[in-house]
């Protein structure tokens, strides 16, 4: 019984070590995707692609101010989050949006570049436009 | 009496992290929302205040595509070389004028301001609104002293090892690897892969045992 305390206490010191000695998580990593310009689509069709994309590929997903258009994703990692992506619509001329995509994420915590985030976003947003269309591009 | 051994097992864990110290899991913290519609005005003219407003907290702004504007920070790197901070300014076309938009990321708790005071002073410096100075870390203290592990310290026997140790009692390595110390009297314990007992010398000046032997830069 006297060795199985040790071992315990033991145990959850080089626990300790180790989560004390984990590598910082330092440098945040920030691009700006791409911007398009969407002509003949009404704004809400941007907003409700913002929505899909991130809800696709982020943990959670929220709309900046009700009818805003500008949406954000969160991943979290331990409950801290790590990655984030904002897709922002704007109503362009009289029937058509522009949107862009920015990307930030914790290194090395997060898996990917915020390249590499954006990259998916945009492609969920591309995806969910080609569907809501039945057209390949935007 | 009978002690389980899940719960015997959740104490040590427990005041293990106690006594080595917990670490806060560092976090982004986001601002995105704020936006000036500017009823006449060109994007040169917008695109150039952006500029300016980002490169007052923040370096190089940088147009990253047409009216897309990236810059990195923070403006004052005290003992933090790296990219902590970050903010965008977007330009759009909007009737006779524009539509600027900001959005900050600020990495947490390596930043003694937050995305939202950020972003609120970059937007105020865009449109002529008062700013408030954004905090600024705390310099390291410099010179030796009994009374804390605060500074640099350099391996005796690994001139590629270097440790500087914070005034909350973390310590941070060349390579980004993290740890803890605590001073209590001339008694240490570093917390680095794994507990050492060290002793600090009269002087403020070397930290020896447990394997280790440093001197502090000062």
Not at chain 2, 75 to 91: E, F, I, K, R, Y
Request: glycine fraction near 8%; charge should be negative; aromatic fraction near 8%.
């Amino acid at each position: 019984m006297k060795w199985f305390r040790i071992t315990c206490i033991a145990t959850a010191f080089v626990l300790c070590a180790l989560v004390v000695t984990a590598p910082a998580s330092a440098t945040l990593d920030t691009v700006i995707g791409q911007r398009s310009v969407v002509p003949d689509q009404p704004f809400s069709d941007c907003s409700a692609k913002a929505d899909h994309a991130l809800t696709t590929v982020m943990q959670s997903v929220t709309e900046a101010g009700t009818g805003s258009g500008n949406w954000f994703g969160v991943d979290s990692i331990g409950g801290a989050p790590s990655e984030i992506a904002v897709v922002e619509c704007h109503p362009q001329g009289s029937t058509g949006y522009a949107v862009s995509f920015t990307c930030s994420v914790q290194t090395p915590t997060s898996a990917d570049t915020a390249a590499a985030l954006c990259t998916k976003v945009i492609a969920a947003f591309s995806a969910s436009a080609a569907a809501a269309s039945g057209s390949a591009s935007w | 009496m009978v002690v389980q051994r899940s719960h015997l097992f959740a104490a040590a864990l427990g005041i293990a992290i106690l006594i080595t110290g917990s670490l806060a899991p560092a976090a982004v913290d986001l601002s995105t929302g704020l936006r000036y519609v500017i009823p006449t005005g060109t994007l040169d003219e917008c695109n150039a205040k952006a500029k300016t407003a980002l490169d007052t907290y923040l370096q190089n702004a940088t147009e990253s595509s047409p009216n897309d504007w990236l810059a990195t920070g923070p403006l004052v790197q005290v003992g933090q070389p790296d990219t902590t901070a970050s903010a965008t300014a977007h330009c759009y076309a909007y009737g006779s004028g524009y539509v600027v938009t900001f959005t900050c990321f600020v990495e947490t708790p390596n930043n003694p301001y937050d995305a939202s005071a950020l972003c609120t002073d970059v937007g105020h410096n865009f449109n002529g609104g008062v700013q408030t100075a954004l905090a600024t870390p705390t310099p390291m203290p410099t010179g030796c002293t009994t009374a804390n592990l605060i500074g640099t310290w350099q391996n005796d026997n690994d001139s590629k090892l270097t440790l500087k140790l914070d005034p909350d009692g973390g310590l941070t390595d060349s390579e980004d690897v993290v740890g803890s110390w605590v001073l209590n009297g001339d008694k240490a314990i570093i917390t680095y892969y794994g507990n050492h007992n060290m002793t600090l010398s009269a002087d403020g000046k070397h930290l020896s045992g447990g394997g280790y032997s440093f001197t502090r830069k000062c």
